[in-house]
């Protein structure tokens, strides 16, 4: 079998009003990349600052996962911010994270930012320019990490390398999409499905969607999301089923 590379990640993190949403100590050991929540839509500075103490114990990438800042709606809920509005709150995001101590080594949007920036051209500059700011700061140009679409254009635009993500755990559209959450076939539950699921993407570049077709991906990074009931159960799988098949997990922004 021809050798692959992959990076696994998840979003950790998100505490809300100081309550772990995840086992981010259970989740930390399973995972080369890790999304940090930093204050949009959840998490504060004592969880920023156990999430730096976990990657640097684990030897885990430190990702910033900022998003629109709507704590309420966990960042799942479209805002409506002017783009200087929007550009700011990325920005104090990103630089609450370094505050932390954490080392940046990429950015992945959160949410409904996450998804509206694969169609909305304006939205996705936004985020870029935000990242080129911290860019600028760190001296060194910060990967996106994202689906495709407009942000993957406006991080090419910039100078900005773009990594392409896929969701272990998410229903997929014959678009390449995601099913919205709510809707029937949104989540997947079971540890050996998503397993099966990691080697299929990575090994044949193509992930089953929801009509049945054959989505083409070519995934950088596969996600696992932290705060699902099975997380660790699926992380667990996810490493096993890769590693036997011949794929090594590493980080990409660490090389």
């Not at 700061?137 to 942000?151: D, F, M, Q, S, Y």
């Not at 100078?159 to 959450?181: C, N």
């Amino acid at each position: 079998m021809a050798a692959f590379t992959v990076d696994l990640n998840a979003d950790l993190g998100e505490t809300v009003d100081g309550v772990a949403t995840a086992d981010d100590a259970s989740m930390f050991p399973l995972i080369s990349s890790a999304n940090i929540a930093c204050g949009g839509h959840a998490g504060d500075d004592a969880s920023m600052r156990a999430s730096v103490a976990h990657s640097r114990e684990h030897g885990v990438a430190i990702g910033a996962h900022p998003a629109y800042p709507d704590r309420a709606g966990f960042g799942r809920t479209r805002q409506h911010l002017s783009s200087s509005d929007l550009r700011a709150s990325i920005l104090g995001q990103l630089t609450r994270l370094v505050a932390a101590g954490a080392d940046v080594r990429y950015v992945k949007p959160h949410g409904a930012l996450y998804n509206e920036i694969v169609h909305d051209a304006t939205q996705a500059a936004d985020v870029v320019a935000a990242v080129t700011e911290l860019s600028a700061r760190l001296g060194r140009a910060l990967p996106v990490l994202g689906l495709h679409g407009e942000i993957q254009r406006a991080a090419a635009a910039a100078g900005l390398p773009f990594f392409s993500e896929a969701f272990l755990d998410r229903g997929y559209q014959a678009d390449g999409t995601l099913v919205p959450r709510g809707a029937p076939g949104d989540l997947l539950h079971d540890p050996a499905e998503v397993a099966r699921r990691a080697v299929e993407m990575v090994v044949t570049g193509s992930v089953t969607a929801l009509d049945g077709s054959l989505v083409e991906i070519h995934p950088a990074s596969l996600c696992v999301h932290g705060d699902s009931p099975a997380a660790v159960e699926m992380a667990r799988a996810v490493r096993a089923a890769l590693t036997d098949a011949g794929v090594v997990i590493r980080a990409p922004w660490l090389r």
